[in-house]
């Protein structure tokens, strides 16, 4: 390890870096690879497919809730439940909205209190002359190592388009090409990692708080949509033939469980990134503790992937209070270079993800990484990015300059010690081109769906995903509602899932949807002691 | 013990079910006039829930006059918890036609109705083979020699209705009409099929004649506990480790049905109850746990056997929901000749739906409690009751339970 002092003082070599087999440095050096990481299944439609071991015992927990604890309590009607307020769930819900359906949309947090917001590269769409669908297919296929189902990519690619198109309708802004007009003027593309064109749209380096701040306002605006904040769902309704029809969920306010009976349900609770896999920072916010899939595989859907898990190369290693928090990809997408303590290049900074966190995982592993304050990592050269680009950190690289300020350095002067951190979960619940799970009624769309991305997601894909798949999901579910209400709706799967745990000897006190990270100071058990006690 | 669950009659074939069994049937017509008084004196009850001592159903249609009398061996089994007939149908076809000419002997009936649930198409379809290798067979010959008529075997799909299992309901849908129950008398025994007598009998119950006919009244009596007679198919299910059907002696204790055959309550929650199928009898509870599961011994509990579905509730599970679910199927099931019947039990589901969700009211309890006590005897048949049974007894040993859901 070098000293932070020695290494500003090592003068850094532009010169391209060395070039390594990629295959074996994933292999040695992605968290996803490394021994005892994963563990399979063992009950549950997906028994047998490795998993992280602090999702596994989530996904094979007992439920938060029992059949006791729901009677005599207010029930809510809708056509299509949205489980979640990010980006994927405003979109469903704002399409099922708009197609006819009553909508209630259930959040933990409160509206737009999610990762879609920290999304600051840009949404990625093939709209440029030299650009095609096909390369933007062909780029995400290569990058997800071949894992993800091509019919939910060319679904994603083909809407990409047209969802900026949409996006732009809702009123969203997006940067324009140098010296283009405002009126009539050409989008900004740029070359995001990974891929072959120049194909990412962005709004300075906010692009998911802009398109949250036009999403969020435009469900507010919208008749037929009931929002209710902080009602995190702890576990799914179904009727007596296993079709998924509604959601029982918590009010955090008055402390009590709310029933929430929809004809259709669309799941848009995110990532896992709370779990700290393999003890990882995250850059994910507070409520990413993966609910949406222990509730969705408790009723029989299928998971994909869930061994594959994105680390953002860039998340801040120093200073510790801000450790795991994202700098944008946009910094080396406009040229900023990464050094090890040496003062050398070590990887292409535009290569995927998986393949750059893995090199700075080398780098620290071997040896050749920076020390600050006890926090390793390597450095982003943010002054050579300002030399080369005068004005680019104020003027386009907001969001980073500001967290420069809240670290207390000028980074137009000192680079970022940067080191991978827990961001994205690459699978997720299985669904097909128009958002529906292997659970009749159960819908999925965002981070919390898989299939999309393989083993590694390209920048840029996951806002056009939630997008896309958010609109399909949404459509999709206010057609499947039926005409009928809902009838006999209860908890009846949770008497199978307690079998099949005490089958695998798994145990039974062990409860889930986390809901909320342990450090949160939630007192759930509390809360839900006092609900039989009522 | 296996008797009905044996799994050597598990067979497709007629052949392979001649090979381990057809005593029963073979003894039949060797003494025809021996077959009343041994189910008699094997103490065979009417397992379609009635527990009516099958040999004076017998002997009431033996008595009267042919030709063309009638057995229906019912079949159609649809309320919730119970799932023995489906087995005995899908399962061991041939069993059940056994039985079922086994009483075609003794009573003289030419038309055998085996009346099914088309919900349940193994049932069905194992049925219609099973009858097809029986109509070529010498043995139905000879069954049609003693009866002194042509034995016809025909397999007839019921509407699918909870309704369509009252005796009388399968009269008139056997007649090829509407499953509406009748007003009794009379009787099927005396005016069934086209006015013709007619022997209605649950599947299980004929089913258990051929082994009595076979091995004995003393030996089929002894397999029971105390004074219970013969074997019971449990379906059991609910809030217990391995539910599924069980076949154990008539009396045994329902604390080993739960806790040995049926793996104990699951996740170790504590036993709240039990709904006895189906299920529209007086809850059992923990002070039940050793009571005999006979027709007698819970009767004399103030409940009753009824079907042997046995839908096992713990502390984790809502009586108040269980029992708007129930109610909320009779409701839906009410024929609707009677207007107490069909009215009574929408509004009993609609009350406790009410409750259900969290907007009863304190006028509601009470409602219930004037419904409970006004509703039963007030249908042509059972339905009503059951209903009505069934709500006075959650209301009456778990008032909490109701009052939690009105806070």
Request: glycine letters at 12%.
């Amino acid at each position: 390890m070098i000293g932070w002092e020695q290494a500003l003082a090592t003068p850094r070599d532009a010169a391209p870096p060395p070039a390594f087999d990629k295959e074996s440095l994933l292999r040695g050096f992605h968290p996803d690879h490394a021994p005892g990481a994963m563990v399979p299944l063992r009950v549950g439609v997906s028994a047998g497919q490795p998993c992280p071991a602090a999702l596994a015992d989530l996904l094979q927990a007992n439920a938060l809730v029992e059949d006791v604890d729901i009677a005599g309590r207010a029930m809510r009607e809708a056509e299509v439940l949205v489980v979640g307020g990010g980006g994927a769930g405003c979109v469903a819900a704002l399409t099922a909205a708009r197609a006819g359906a009553r909508v209630l949309m259930l959040t933990k947090l409160r509206m737009g209190d999610g990762n879609t917001v920290m999304a600051e590269g840009g949404i990625q769409a093939a709209v440029g002359a030299e650009d095609s669908l096909q390369r933007h297919y062909e780029d995400t296929l290569r990058a997800g190592h071949f894992r993800a189902d091509r019919a939910l990519v060319a679904a994603m690619v083909q809407d990409g388009p047209e969802a900026i198109r949409w996006l732009i309708q809702q009123g969203m802004g997006f940067d324009l090409a140098e010296g283009e007009d405002r009126i009539g003027g050409h989008l900004r593309r740029k070359k995001p990692g990974g891929a072959t064109a120049a194909r990412l749209l962005s709004f300075r380096d906010y692009t998911g708080l802009e398109l949250m701040r036009v999403i969020r306002e435009a469900v507010l605006l919208t008749p037929g949509i009931t929002v209710l904040e902080r009602h995190p769902a702890v576990e799914l309704l179904t009727d007596p033939h296993g079709r998924c029809a509604g959601a029982v969920a918590l009010d955090l306010e008055r402390r009590e469980i709310l029933l929430a009976r929809a004809g259709a349900v669309v799941l848009a609770t995110g990532g896992a990134g709370r779990l700290h896999l393999s003890g990882f920072p995250t850059s994910n916010h507070y409520g990413a503790t993966a609910d949406g899939l222990v509730l969705a595989y408790r009723l029989g859907a299928r998971l994909r992937e869930v061994e594959s898990f994105q680390y953002h190369p860039t998340g801040i290693a120093w200073p510790p209070h801000l450790a795991g928090t994202l700098i944008s990809e946009a910094a080396r997408a406009a040229g900023g270079k990464l050094f090890n303590g040496l003062g050398d290049r070590f990887v292409d900074e535009l290569a995927p993800r998986d393949v750059v966190a893995a090199a700075i995982l080398r780098e620290i592993a071997e040896g050749r990484a920076v020390a600050r304050e006890g926090c390793a990592g390597v450095l982003l050269d943010t002054p050579g990015l300002e030399a080369a680009q005068p004005g680019i950190l104020a003027k386009r690289l907001v969001t980073l300059s500001h967290l420069a300020h809240r670290a207390g350095f000028d980074p137009a002067r000192e680079p970022f010690l940067i080191r991978p951190t827990l961001h994205y979960q690459n699978g997720g619940i299985a669904i097909d081109a128009e958002g529906r799970t292997a659970v009749p009624g159960l819908f999925c769309a965002g981070e919390a769906s898989g299939g999309l991305h393989g083993l590694n997601r390209l920048m840029g894909n996951a806002l056009l995903e939630l997008v896309a798949f958010g609109r399909r999901a949404g459509a999709a579910a206010a057609e499947a509602v039926r005409e009928d209400r809902p009838r006999g709706v209860g908890l009846t799967h949770l008497a199978e899932w307690e079998r099949g745990l005490v089958a695998a000897g798994l145990p039974l006190d062990r409860r889930a949807p986390m809901v909320f990270p342990a450090y949160g100071n939630v007192d759930l058990a509390a809360m839900l002691r006092k609900r039989v006690a009522a | 013990m296996r008797v009905l669950t044996d799994p050597a009659l598990r067979v497709a074939a007629l052949a392979d079910h001649l090979a381990v069994a057809g005593d029963g049937l073979r003894a039949a017509l060797r003494d025809p006039a021996g077959i009343i008084p041994a189910i008699e004196a094997a103490g065979l009850r009417g397992l379609g829930g009635a527990g009516f001592p099958a040999h004076r159903k017998w002997a009431a249609v033996a008595a009267e006059p042919g030709p063309g009398k009638w057995i229906i061996a019912n079949g159609n089994e649809d309320e919730p918890g119970t799932f023995k007939d489906r087995f005995l149908l899908a399962e061991t076809p041939h069993q059940v036609i056994e039985g079922a000419l086994v009483a075609a002997v003794a009573v003289r009936a030419s038309r055998v109705a085996l009346y099914v649930n088309p919900r349940e198409a193994a049932g069905v379809r194992a049925l219609r083979e099973a009858a097809a290798a029986w109509e070529a067979h010498p043995l139905l010959a000879a069954v049609s020699a003693v009866v002194g008529e042509a034995v016809e075997l025909r397999v007839v799909e019921s509407s699918g209705l909870y309704i369509g299992g009252e005796e009388t309901a399968a009269v008139a849908s056997v007649q090829g009409g509407f499953p509406f129950p009748a007003l009794k008398p009379p009787f099927p025994a005396q005016h069934g099929v086209g006015g013709a007598p007619t022997l209605v009998n649950n599947v299980e119950t004929l089913a258990q004649a051929g082994h009595i006919l076979a091995k004995g009244a003393a030996w089929y009596r002894g397999l029971g506990i105390g004074d219970a007679a013969g074997v019971k198919l449990f379906s059991l299910s609910g809030d217990v480790l391995r539910p599924g059907l069980h076949e154990l002696p008539m009396g045994t204790s329902l604390r080993a049905l739960v806790f040995e055959h049926g793996g104990g309550m699951l996740g170790g929650r504590g036993f709240k109850a039990v709904f006895t199928g189906g299920p529209s009898n007086t809850l059992l509870t923990a002070a039940d746990l050793d009571v005999a599961m006979d027709f007698d011994s819970l009767r004399a509990r103030g409940s009753r056997l009824g079907t042997g579905a046995m839908i096992v509730v713990s502390d984790g599970t809502s009586i108040l929901r269980k029992t708007a679910e129930y109610v909320a199927f009779f409701a839906a099931s009410s024929c609707g000749q009677c207007p107490p019947c069909k009215v009574g039990t929408f509004q009993v589901a609609r009350l406790l739906e009410r409750l259900e969700a969290g907007a009863g009211r304190p006028g509601d309890l009470e409602a219930l409690r004037n419904l409970a006590a006004l509703l039963p005897g007030s249908g042509r048949c059972g339905l009503v009751d059951g209903a009505a049974t069934v709500l006075a007894s959650s209301l009456a040993t778990f008032p909490e339970e109701y009052a939690r859901a009105l806070r």
